[in-house]
């Protein structure tokens, strides 16, 4: 085995769902402090894949790395901060008890949970909205807290669905700046979407169809290796080079 | 600790949703009140036509309570027919001919029996009648109330952890959850302990209602009484979140209802079966319901003690064992490890 450097890593997995294959062969290879954009359609396989990698689903064939473990391990599930497309939220309790209920999952002190509340929430700009009820929320704030909760025990790696489904401009540049921010710090963040200018803003893109990776690499050299102006063009080209 | 964090969690969902927790304590007790005026009423007095009949015949009837209408041919054809009264009574020489309305089976008994009680003779020897367990006059509430209360509390704790680990299922809170350290085991002991709490709650207030309240009679001890409640409502919680790990949405909780409830109610004790076939009979042995309702019967009703329901108590400790087991490694359909 060589020298592992890489903080994730996707080694020839596959997914069936039954007889139905939603993922094929995928090798991915993340280095530690970047942020990996999967770009793809819906229903092409993004959630799956990051699924995987969270631990939560295991690949029918092939392995997956995260800090050079394999996973799944319940142990290393601390080191992941996991955002759904859904928002995971208890809509009975107020933005506080879910934040406090989840930081307690992760064997947070009191003391420390209290700080780290404050922070997220300052973060995601919420703070004047704690002790409300979940269920008064709008889809927006749903979002933010969501990602508030992912950010709570401070993981080293990152792991977002669509993160900024349903948040305006202002806010999303609020929060691709923290997800920077992190990034420098040293945390890896895998961020997933299908809104194209996001995608610019990442460290390496990788685009998937139909549960196939079709093409890694900084958002620049795939735009160059296919000769277009925009990601757009480039999604295009290799989606008609794949048929 | 994780597994209080997730029973923690559920309380506070249960504080703040006050209408579930009052519906939860309130409906099982409204439903046990409304069948206690149900069934405790006083015994049924028939009414009876007459349109010939010895006097001393119709005195005795009286004399039993009977509502005694006198008629003749044609109008008494007339009040059975638009259901005034129960039967009529025709004396042709000496041999009395009654014919019923026919519609209630109980009320048909009734006029036979109060009919032969007033042909019998007078001079007869009355015997002298003892109870071993109940009492004379023990009203049909009292024979059945225990199983109602064991069944109420399975059935309201049942819908309760169904639903609601459901909407964790549903809404991705289990995913969310399955996405942090926790242990299978913490997510499905965090969720019994929490509801247990509650539902320990609930079924000491229902059993203690039925008791002091609607006046089931009672002659064994309390304590017991609560620990079958409670045994109830831990393998109805657990029996909720297996069943909902299956179902994919609230109608198919339901119809698991149809499935795993009905059927119970059957063989647990409502209905005599002593008249089934033995196989059928021995359907029951394999429900938690009949194990429940014989054993508090057994506790109330006769007021037995530890030796005579130390075995109900030790089968529902396995079912309820057996099913938190089940529940665990069922999880693992949403996560492997």
Redesign the interface.
């Known amino acids: 085995m060589k020298l592992n450097s890489s903080c994730i890593k996707v080694e020839h997995a596959n997914k069936c769902f039954g007889k139905n294959q939603v993922l094929f062969d995928i090798n991915l290879d993340i280095p530690y402090s970047q942020i990996l954009c999967l770009l793809g359609p819906s229903g092409s396989g993004k959630t799956t894949l990051i699924k995987l990698i969270?631990?939560?689903?295991?690949p029918t064939s092939g392995e997956v790395y995260l800090l050079d473990e394999k996973m799944?391990?319940?142990?290393m599930?601390?080191k992941?901060g996991?955002m759904?497309?859904?928002?995971?939220?208890?809509?009975?309790?107020t933005a506080e008890?879910n934040l406090r209920?989840?930081a307690?999952?992760?064997?947070i002190s009191k003391v420390k949970q209290k700080q780290r509340i404050y922070e997220v929430m300052e973060l995601v700009n919420l703070s004047n909205d704690l002790k409300k009820?979940v269920k008064q929320y709008s889809g927006g704030m749903k979002r933010r807290l969501s990602l508030a909760i992912a950010l709570i025990h401070e993981p080293p790696i990152l792991i977002l669905d669509e993160p900024t489904v349903g948040i305006d401009p202002l806010l999303r540049k609020t929060i691709w700046d923290e997800l920077y921010k992190s990034r420098d710090a040293g945390t890896t963040i895998i961020v997933t979407t299908h809104v194209m200018d996001e995608v610019e803003k990442c460290d390496e893109l990788g685009m998937i169809r139909e549960g196939k990776l079709i093409a890694i690499g900084s958002p620049n050299d795939i735009k160059r290796a296919t000769s277009s102006n925009t990601i757009e063009e480039a999604f295009l080209y290799y989606g008609g080079a794949s048929q | 600790m994780k597994m209080r964090a997730v029973m923690m969690r559920i309380l506070l969902q249960l504080k703040h949703d006050k209408r579930t927790m009052v519906l939860m304590i309130f409906a099982p007790i409204l439903v046990l009140t409304m069948m206690s005026f149900i069934f405790n009423g006083s015994d049924y007095h028939p009414k009876i036509g007459i349109i010939n009949a010895p006097m001393s015949f119709v005195n005795k009837l009286e004399d039993s309570d009977a509502k005694v209408i006198r008629y003749d041919e044609n109008t008494s054809y007339e009040a059975l027919k638009r259901s005034k009264i129960d039967a009529m009574i025709n004396f042709k020489s000496g041999i009395p001919q009654i014919e019923l309305e026919g519609s209630d089976p109980a009320k048909n008994n009734a006029v036979l029996v109060l009919v032969q009680k007033a042909m019998q003779q007078t001079t007869q020897i009355v015997p002298e009648i003892t109870y071993l367990y109940g009492y004379e006059n023990m009203s049909s509430f009292d024979n059945f109330g225990p199983i109602l209360i064991g069944f109420f509390v399975f059935f309201f704790v049942f819908l309760i952890s169904a639903f609601s680990f459901l909407g964790e299922l549903t809404s991705g809170t289990l995913e969310r959850l399955l996405s942090t350290p926790l242990h299978r085991w913490e997510i499905i002991m965090g969720y019994i302990l929490g509801f247990g709490v509650f539902t320990i709650i609930q079924s000491a207030l229902i059993a203690w209602y039925s008791i002091h309240v609607l006046k089931i009679m009672m002659v064994g001890s309390f304590g017991f009484v609560l620990l079958i409640t409670i045994l109830t409502a831990l393998i109805a919680l657990s029996l909720g979140t297996l069943i909902s790990i299956f179902a994919d949405n609230e109608l198919q909780v339901i119809q698991f209802i149809q499935i795993i409830l009905v059927p119970q109610v059957f063989f647990s004790g409502l209905f005599d079966l002593s008249t089934m076939a033995p196989w059928l009979q021995a359907i029951g042995r394999f429900m938690p319901l009949w194990y429940i309702a014989d054993a508090l019967r057994n506790i109330m009703i006769r007021g037995k003690g530890w030796s005579d329901i130390a075995m109900n108590v030790l089968i529902l400790t396995i079912i309820c064992v057996f099913l938190v087991i089940a529940n665990i490694l069922t999880l693992k359909k949403y996560r492997k490890i």
């Open positions: 969270a631990g939560i689903d295991v799944p391990k319940l142990s599930m601390s992941i996991y759904a497309q859904a928002d995971a939220l208890y809509g009975a309790l008890e209920f989840f307690s999952l992760y064997n009820q």
